[in-house]
């Protein structure tokens, strides 16, 4: 597969344990944010999206939350299972501009 | 099912050949995106077309080029003054601005 991994920050976790993975944006101005996720050889996948006028949104098993002041976002996951391994991105907008993202976390869970 | 289809997944080049990257999608979205994916890397954006018959340079246009004829196409053409092309390289299509991107399975392109 793609190893779009490489040189990436890694966070390793064990099965069942609660994952918190971050980002940090860099314009204030973003008022649209997403995380996706991205298994290796495949494209990326859509997981949540919040948008600047909250600081939570909950999907199933995963919460982003965001902190404008310090302009950081964050992906929690719950109950990590193996399957949960790939390469996170967090992704923003400003107003109608194209999407700008990060450079990814690694996500490791051990059985 | 509606989706976004990249082909092919592999594709290798030799050097000073332009080779195009196809991308299709019947979602009926308006907007078209392609990005360059390298190990360790973000995703750095190509070009985009907002709209049928017209296209944007992105951050790292140079040595491509994208045209935008029917709203279900956008291929990407890699020229011979793309000085390092060996790269992952995906499209991506959204209804416009408000919402995330749908991206296709990518294409791996290698020069030889």
């Known amino acids: 597969g793609e190893n779009v991994g490489l040189h990436l920050p890694t966070l390793s976790v064990q099965e069942g344990d609660n994952s918190i993975i971050n980002c940090a944006y860099s314009?204030?101005?973003?008022?649209?944010f997403i995380w996706y996720k991205q298994e290796s050889g495949k494209g990326p996948q859509f997981i949540i999206d919040?948008?600047?006028?909250?600081d939570k949104r909950q999907g199933q098993r995963v919460t982003v939350l965001l902190n404008k002041t310090v302009k950081h976002l964050s992906l929690q996951i719950a109950a990590t299972q193996p399957g949960d391994s790939a390469v996170y991105f967090c992704a923003e907008r400003s107003g109608y501009s194209t999407l700008t993202f990060g450079k990814g976390t690694m996500l490791l869970v051990s059985p | 099912d509606g989706g976004i289809t990249q082909s092919p997944k592999y594709l290798f080049r030799k050097e000073g050949q332009n080779v195009t990257l196809s991308c299709e999608q019947n979602?009926?979205?308006?907007?078209m995106y392609w990005y360059r994916q390298d190990p360790g890397q973000g995703l750095r954006l190509i070009y985009y077309s907002q709209i049928v018959n017209d296209f944007q340079k992105g951050d790292i246009a140079e040595g491509y080029s994208v045209s935008r004829e029917k709203k279900e196409s956008f291929p990407l053409t890699v020229t011979s003054a793309q000085k390092n092309p060996t790269a992952f390289y995906l499209c991506?299509?959204?209804?416009?601005?408000?919402?995330?991107?749908?991206f296709g399975s990518g294409t791996r392109l290698t020069v030889v």
């Open positions: 979602l009926n979205h308006d907007a």
């Open positions: 991506a299509s959204s209804t416009g601005t408000d919402f995330g991107y749908t």
């Open positions: 314009n204030s101005a973003s008022d649209y």
């Open positions: 919040i948008r600047s006028n909250m």
